[in-house]
């Protein structure tokens, strides 16, 4: 059965560094998009960063660009989100998930991912 399994998340201090990893079985990692996710206390799932399959092309959400970056090793069916400069802003529990269709664009819709990890939780304070 598909799985993910996401670790890395822990506290950091503003303009500190982390780096999230999600570990994928149960599917062919190597031909879809993954997406990373973050809901903030009282807030509702926003779309962080997507890669396509052969991570040949990388989208961010504004607020991240230019801090975060996504990267996946499909050998090692392994997602991971460095994540720098962090903000208090950036604290939420972290999901990474994968996209319905094979072989498409990640798409920064909640519905259009069918599997989803438990989630890590990044909090960034001082």
């Known amino acids: 059965q598909v799985q993910l399994v996401e670790s890395g998340g822990g506290l950091a201090q503003p303009g500190g560094s982390l780096r999230l990893s999600c570990a994928a079985s149960?599917?062919?990692?190597?031909?879809?998009?993954m997406s990373w996710f973050r809901q903030a206390p009282d807030k509702g799932l926003e779309w962080v960063s997507g890669?396509?399959?052969?991570?040949?092309?990388?989208y961010y959400t504004d607020s991240v660009k230019g801090r975060f970056t996504i990267s996946r090793d499909n050998a090692k069916n392994t997602l991971y989100l460095q994540m720098n400069s962090l903000r208090p802003e950036d604290t939420a529990l972290y999901y990474c998930?994968?996209?319905?269709?094979?072989?498409?664009?990640?798409?920064?819709?909640?519905?259009?991912?069918?599997?989803w990890g438990q989630g890590t939780q990044v909090t960034v304070s001082s």
């Open positions: 998930a994968k996209f319905v269709e094979d072989y498409r664009d990640p798409l920064p819709h909640v519905n259009l991912y069918d599997y």
């Open positions: 890669i396509l399959s052969d991570g040949s092309h990388t």
């Open positions: 149960g599917f062919t990692f190597s031909s879809y998009a």
